[in-house]
């Protein structure tokens, strides 16, 4: 029975989920067991053929001395010039193949998994931003109220911080929506339908270093799944050499009458004359498909080196953007609110002033939430683009 996925998770939890748990990862690693049952089937030997005849004559003429006449015979396939033992190596081949493609999936999916944490978690923090300005917007509308009561504000006043809670209010079923979304997004990627977990964490915990670093290109999981591939399909080489080699088979019989009796026995050779057929077709293109899985080597190590690029240079852009906005906006934005009340309550100040005030200091403070999150997300992405994938346990350090 499958145990109830947790309400709220981290994001090392949804990692090791989308590592080991996920029956998108069980679908992969079937390909696995594809492989291996490959193995069994060119790793026995051929069965022989037993074949049995009966003549009867019921005439006065006959082919031989008796009234029936039995041949049986038994041939045996021979395995030679080494094609069981090159059929296995390339299965072996295939195996690993097939493992480092599980390998590579099992990144790809803590990928998916981890940036839908990261977005769920962007649009839960999103929604307590807009929950706050809907609470404060309640009570500027009581402050305001309270003026109009003591004929220091106008109904205008009263109307316009209406409409702006009103508008506020759809910002927040906006946000709310987005994190449905989000946490649909979530379950999905890790292959959990009709679960709507919760996340827990910040966005400035997403890791950024540790884990286990690919010490070279080489060690990358696509770029190693492109190399197994490749042993793979020399392996493939080889077996279509080997198998040019003739078939040959050995035959032994028996041949016996009755009424009266009489027996003889048989043996021969059965050799494959490879006078159209030399099997330099099956060689061709096995050969063109090794130097197409030595040209898919070179362009997936490129491919993830320019991944680790893009995602470093996605890191440095939006951490300077994210501390530029800090140092500029972010301290302000609480005394900008208070100036802002001051004003209005203390020094005559409008209403509009007070409102653009409060709507400034929020939509601000989502895009604070925005900022972190692209810049977690691409911090997971570099985390993940360089790391070996044989441990995903390190990856919540900080």
Do not use: C
Not at 43 to 72: C, D, K, M
Not at 187 to 200: D, I, K, M, R, Y
């Amino acid at each position: 029975m499958a145990q109830p996925m947790p309400e709220t998770v981290d994001l090392q939890t949804v990692l090791t989920l989308a590592r080991t748990s996920s029956p998108r990862v069980e679908a992969e690693e079937q390909d696995i067991a594809g492989a291996q049952a490959d193995r069994q089937i060119v790793n026995v030997l051929p069965n022989p053929e037993v074949s049995y005849a009966g003549s009867y004559q019921p005439g006065g003429i006959t082919n031989f001395e008796g009234r029936r006449a039995h041949e049986a015979t038994v041939e045996l396939p021979l395995d030679l010039g080494g094609k069981r033992r090159a059929r296995v190596a390339a299965a072996d081949r295939r195996i690993d193949a097939a493992r480092s493609r599980v390998a590579v999936s099992r990144l790809d999916f803590m990928t998916e998994a981890g940036s839908a944490f990261v977005a769920l978690l962007s649009a839960q923090d999103t929604v307590g931003v807009r929950r706050d300005a809907m609470a404060e917007l309640d009570r500027l509308r009581g402050m305001v109220a309270g003026r109009r009561a003591s004929g220091m504000a106008s109904d205008y006043d009263v109307a316009r911080v209406d409409v702006e809670i009103e508008s506020a209010r759809a910002d927040l079923v906006e946000a709310e929506s987005a994190a449905i979304d989000a946490r649909t997004d979530l379950a999905n990627a890790l292959g959990f339908p009709g679960w709507h977990p919760s996340a827990s964490g910040s966005l400035d915990q997403v890791p950024g270093t540790g884990g286990s670093p690919a010490q070279s290109a080489e060690a990358l999981p696509a770029v190693a799944a492109a190399l197994d591939e490749q042993n793979a399909v020399k392996a493939d080489v080889v077996t279509a050499r080997r198998e040019r080699f003739p078939e040959v088979s050995v035959n032994g019989g028996r041949f016996w009458t009755t009424g009266p009796f009489g027996a003889t026995y048989s043996a021969g050779l059965t050799l494959e004359v490879p006078l159209f057929d030399r099997r330099n077709g099956a060689v061709r293109k096995a050969e063109a498909e090794a130097r197409a899985a030595e040209l898919r080597t070179e362009i997936a190590k490129a491919k993830a080196l320019a991944e680790i690029d893009r995602y470093a240079a996605l890191v440095e852009v939006r951490t300077a953007a994210l501390d530029t906005f800090n140092r500029r906006i972010g301290g302000k934005l609480d005394a900008l609110g208070r100036m802002a009340e001051d004003s209005y309550r203390l020094s005559g100040g409008s209403v509009i002033e007070l409102i653009d005030a409060t709507r400034s200091r929020f939509d601000n403070l989502a895009t604070q939430v925005s900022l972190s999150a692209r810049l977690a997300d691409a911090r997971l992405r570099l985390r993940l683009s360089r790391e070996d994938g044989s441990d995903d346990t390190a990856l919540t350090a900080r």
